[in-house]
């Protein structure tokens, strides 16, 4: 099956970027999604990418895929306290979609 | 529009009782359904998954079991709790060509 690794931390001060890091195993992943999820609350979906993509921008978020490295990355422009979170990547291969272990961004005023 | 809920939202259960959660989705038709688990170590884990009525893919063998009578509902449950059941439950519907998740707001069980 598929597994997906995530870092568990990251610590970045208000303003400045954050980059999140995902790599995954099963090259038959279709579409990459990264999901949100604040304390206490179920997933919200931020963005995804399809695997024939290498960028997509949307707004202060910026995807990138390296599908021959199996490499995913989240990055938060001008990351603003209520970005706190844990982030979860999520590659899809057909109907299943895999949770990695998730990254929770601490962001410092 | 579509909306997904799902019950109870908490849940305390003593070891050995049984357990259902329910999930229903409205708005949408022959949605894929899914439970998920989310152990404290926050990463979440595919339970189950299905395509349409009565069609259960199980990804991890263990105490619980899913079903699907009708098309936009979905049901957890175990006939006996384990203190490893204990974690937060979250149900989610898929249908575009794209497959996101949309999910549920979660279910909080408490084995004691």
Redesign the interface.
Same mark, same amino acid.
């Given at each position: 099956g598929e597994d997906v690794e995530q870092s568990l931390f990251l610590s970045v001060r208000e303003g400045d970027s954050s980059v999140i890091n995902c790599t995954y195993t099963d090259s038959s992943s279709t579409y990459l999604y990264w999901y949100k999820q604040e304390p206490g609350a179920g997933l919200q979906l931020l963005t995804y990418i399809f695997s024939n993509m290498d960028m997509k921008q949307d707004q202060r978020l910026t995807v990138l895929l390296n599908k021959k490295d199996k490499h995913l990355s989240l990055r938060i422009a001008d990351t603003q306290t209520g970005d706190s979170a844990i982030y979860f990547c999520a590659p899809r291969s057909y109907q299943k979609v895999t949770f990695g272990t998730g990254t929770k961004l601490q962001v410092i005023p | 529009s579509q909306t997904i809920h799902q019950w109870p939202a908490t849940l305390v259960q003593p070891v050995g009782s049984p357990l259902s959660l329910e999930c229903t989705v409205e708005g949408t038709s022959n949605p894929?359904l *899914?439970w *998920?688990r989310q152990a404290a !170590?926050? !990463? =979440?884990? /595919?339970l189950f *998954?299905s395509?349409g009525i009565g069609q259960i893919?199980s @990804?991890v063998p263990q105490n619980l079991s899913a079903s699907r009578p009708q098309d936009r509902q979905f049901i957890l449950s175990s006939k006996k709790l384990l203190l490893s059941d204990s974690g937060f439950y =979250?149900c989610?519907w898929?249908v575009a060509i794209?497959?996101? /998740? #949309? #999910? !549920? @707001? !979660?279910s909080r069980l408490t084995v004691l």
């Amino acid at each position: 099956g598929e597994d997906v690794e995530q870092s568990l931390f990251l610590s970045v001060r208000e303003g400045d970027s954050s980059v999140i890091n995902c790599t995954y195993t099963d090259s038959s992943s279709t579409y990459l999604y990264w999901y949100k999820q604040e304390p206490g609350a179920g997933l919200q979906l931020l963005t995804y990418i399809f695997s024939n993509m290498d960028m997509k921008q949307d707004q202060r978020l910026t995807v990138l895929l390296n599908k021959k490295d199996k490499h995913l990355s989240l990055r938060i422009a001008d990351t603003q306290t209520g970005d706190s979170a844990i982030y979860f990547c999520a590659p899809r291969s057909y109907q299943k979609v895999t949770f990695g272990t998730g990254t929770k961004l601490q962001v410092i005023p | 529009s579509q909306t997904i809920h799902q019950w109870p939202a908490t849940l305390v259960q003593p070891v050995g009782s049984p357990l259902s959660l329910e999930c229903t989705v409205e708005g949408t038709s022959n949605p894929n359904l *899914y439970w *998920y688990r989310q152990a404290a !170590g926050r !990463g =979440l884990q /595919l339970l189950f *998954y299905s395509v349409g009525i009565g069609q259960i893919s199980s @990804e991890v063998p263990q105490n619980l079991s899913a079903s699907r009578p009708q098309d936009r509902q979905f049901i957890l449950s175990s006939k006996k709790l384990l203190l490893s059941d204990s974690g937060f439950y =979250l149900c989610a519907w898929s249908v575009a060509i794209t497959g996101e /998740l #949309f #999910f !549920g @707001e !979660g279910s909080r069980l408490t084995v004691l």
